[in-house]
T-cell receptor, first 116, second 110 residues
Framework: EAGVAQSPRYKIIEKRQSVAFWCNPISGHATLYWYQQILGQGPKLLIQFQNNGVVDDSQLPKDRFSAERLKGVDSTLKIQPAKLEDSAVYLC??????????????FGPGTRLTVL | DAKTTQPTSMDCAEGRAANLPCNHSTISGNEYVYWYRQIHSQGPQYIIHGLKNNETNEMASLIITEDRKSSTLILPHATLRDTAVYYCIVALAGDDKIIFGKGTRLHILP
């Protein structure tokens, strides 16, 4: 079974530039998550989708971050404009989310963003 | 905030059992204990979860105390590839949301 795919794996931009990350979840997984992981910390949930609807975006800095999941499959996360403190690894995860035995989250390898 | 407390780091000799403790004294009756690990430069990986009974799978064993206020993840025969950050998480069944703390950095020593 193919895992969660993310691209690009690495991105370096200057502050105030824009950047977008792409995620393809495991086939059939209804729930998709984007996390931000700053160096030395655990991942922090930014946004959660159930199919193509947003379940939780309370931790998403909406003045600069946006995310969409058109057609309930792939998702993109965008930052516009980027700040120095956005330097982090952005992780995408997906799950079946039908209950405790199926809500295991499967993570992609992440995109490491460096903002200069 | 994470609802769990874990040691910052631990060492374990290769081939020995690695026992990783976790305190979750405020766990509620319908919250599960989940363990994930994150190997360097990879995304987190699910290990095991449980409610009140001890659980075992091909990766590890999970021992939950009778009062459910703490648990221990056991890697029975640690290898160098088990070097990672291990996260203990409590979450409601079906809630889908998991909150990561800082985890325990486990070093397996040759």
């Amino acid at each position: 079974e193919a895992g969660v795919a993310q691209s690009p794996r690495y991105k370096i931009i200057e502050k105030r530039q824009s950047v977008a990350f792409w995620c393809n979840p495991i086939s059939g997984h209804a729930t998709l998550y984007w996390y931000q992981q700053i160096l030395g910390q655990g991942p922090k949930l930014l946004i959660q989708f159930q199919n193509n609807g947003v379940v939780d975006d309370s931790q998403l800095p909406k003045d600069r971050f946006s995310a969409e999941r058109l057609k309930g499959v792939d998702s993109t996360l965008k930052i516009q404009p980027a700040k120095l403190e956005d330097s982090a690894v952005y992780l995408c995860a997906s799950s079946l989310a039908l209950g405790p035995s199926t809500d295991t989250q499967y993570f992609g390898p992440g995109t490491r963003l460096t903002v200069l | 905030d994470a609802k769990t407390t874990q040691p910052t780091s631990m060492d374990c000799a290769e081939g020995r059992a690695a026992n990783l403790p976790c305190n979750h004294s405020t766990i509620s009756g319908n919250e599960y204990v989940y363990w994930y690990r994150q190997i360097h430069s990879q995304g987190p990986q699910y290990i095991i979860h449980g409610l009140k009974n001890n659980e075992t799978n091909e990766m590890a064993s999970l021992i939950i105390t009778e009062d459910r206020k703490s648990s221990t993840l056991i890697l029975p025969h640690a290898t160098l590839r088990d070097t990672a950050v291990y996260y203990c998480i409590v979450a409601l069944a079906g809630d889908d949301k998991i909150i990561f703390g800082k985890g325990t950095r486990l070093h397996i020593l040759p």
